[in-house]
């Protein structure tokens, strides 16, 4: 035993290398005191689930149990319940994707695919390519793992092509080894952003040149409130591509279910690593999706979802455009949970924040979605949680709280450098 390190944990300093990666957001302490009811909250990404109706939910328990007790309680298949993965199949299909039940690997949530895929293909010093920001519990996995993370530019259509080619090139002539590009082209979170049909050709054409398997993370693809979903990347590659998908945000985020849809040689690996970590999926949160999906009318339940969605993005944008001072901008987000905010000049998102929680609302200071301290002009702002009415309000503070910021930088130069925070960190799960 050492007394080096923290005298608290006298086990610190046999941790693996992984383990010092990770590290607890420097903002957690903050975000207890801001998921009090007196603060209106425009950080958490939780989906509404009280959106859904609770008699069908305990009718659907209350059969599965009853029917399929000992199937639904027993341990089950490492790949994951094969009726929920061909029922996995019409999900998909809304987005374009064709595939074999055999393609799709059942995880516990898509948070845990992000972990196997990294698992099988990264060793420590490869790098990920992602988009600038990204979403950080990917981030916290390919720190975890001890990835290089390298951002690429983004604009308001998502991952430049550019932008990518260009990183891919330094990589090569710096004989560092890409082992994956991840993107999240709809609805993203943070950015609120999504690629059109034209830049997923570009980033897919990109991706197979270089010979680097594209990992597609697509949890808010059914999510967008105009027109039909965005067709999936891996719709036009099913040799190129891992996607992935999940339960989270079109039924419950509590029953952590989502999956991957991989090649062949790719889904064995998965399964294995999925095995040794967790043996099998839960059984009984596999089988109520799949009694749901059987039973319920799930497509018009999204259509619920995405209205409730619509609306409260309209609520965002609406006090934003009516109250933000000059110099504000954010993005318009198309569908999913997320609009991310620009300071005006000389404004520090991350300095801000206890100022804001003071004042009674919170948000994401962007520097968390950056693994190199860029962000600090941002932030995240989520509308899936709050009512219309507490999101306008929220607004009102927050303006509030910019402008004051403004006025302090106007008299005391800039606000930078009063928290610090370098790199990104471990969310607790309701902030990712
Ligand atoms: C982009 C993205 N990917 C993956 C996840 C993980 O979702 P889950 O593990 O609940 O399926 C989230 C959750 O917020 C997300 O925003």
Known sequence: MTTAGSRLDPWVDAYAARANAMRASEIRALFAVASRPEVVSLAGGMPYVQALPVDMLTSTAERLLKERGPVALQY????????????????????????HPDDIVVTTGSQMALDLVTRVFCD???????????????????????????????DDEGLVPQALSEALERCEREGKTVKLIYTIPSFHNPAGVTQGPERRAQILSIAQSAGVLLLEDDPY?????????????????????????????????????????APHGVREKLVLAAEAAILCPSNYAQLTVSEYLATQPWREQIKTFREVYRERRDALLESLQALMPEGTTWTIPAGGFYSWLTLPEGLDATAMLPRAVANLVAYVPGTGFYVDGQ??????????YPEPDRIREGVRRLAAVIEEELELVQTFGTTHALNPVTGSSVPSPDLA
């Open 76 to 99: 089950g298949s490492g790949q994951g319940d094969v009726t929920l993965r061909e029922q996995i199949l019409d999900v998909i299909g809304e987005v374009g994707v064709t595939a």
């Open 124 to 154: 420590p010093g490869d790098v990920v390519i992602v988009e600038a920001p990204s979403y950080v519990g990917a981030l916290g996995v390919f720190k975890a793992f001890e990835c290089e993370v390298i951002h690429v530019a983004m």
């Open 221 to 261: 693809g059914l999510l967008g409130f105009e027109g039909e979903p965005p067709r999936a990347i891996r719709a036009d590659d099913a040799e190129g591509v891992v996607y992935l998908g999940s339960f989270s945000k079109t039924i419950a985020s509590g029953l952590r279910v989502g999956w991957a849809v």
């Open 375 to 384: 962000g600090r002009q941002n932030m995240r702002l989520s509308y899936c």
